[in-house]
């Protein structure tokens, strides 16, 4: 069985094609709280710097999605969706202007889910 770490709902998915459309290459970042709160970060690929501290958690609509591994230690145990709502989103992400912005619903991983994806 696949199990993944990281989904998106129809609507989410809508949007994030609408913004691969107008910006091409993108990254998901998982925000670590600070200014933007916790909130995924839709970046221009080239505009963010990935290292051994970024954590891959897997693909969404064609879209890298990372976390720091610090952010990692507190989430390795939950399952994330990628969704959206009406408002602002955080002040780098690409999705300010279009009235929604990204959010993470999440959820304890199942012990299968765990198991396989813990370790």
């Known amino acids: 069985m696949d199990y993944k770490r990281v ?8 949007l994030l094609q609408e913004l691969k459309q107008q910006h091409g290459e993108v990254i998901f970042h998982q925000s670590g709280g600070c200014c933007d709160g916790s909130s995924p970060m ?40 990628v969704d959206i709502v009406k408002g602002r989103g955080g002040s780098f992400s690409l999705d300010i202007p279009t009235g ?3 959010l993470i619903k999440s959820r304890m991983l199942n012990d299968e889910e765990n198991k396989n994806l813990n370790p």
């Open 7 to 14: 989904e998106i709902t129809p609507e989410a998915e809508k």
């Open 42 to 81: 839709l970046l221009p690929k080239e505009d963010f710097y990935i290292d051994e501290n970024d954590i891959l958690m897997g693909e969404v609509g064609g879209v890298k999605f990372y976390m720091s591994h610090d952010q990692f230690e507190y989430w390795k145990h939950t399952h994330l969706t």
């Open 100 to 102: 929604y912005r990204f």
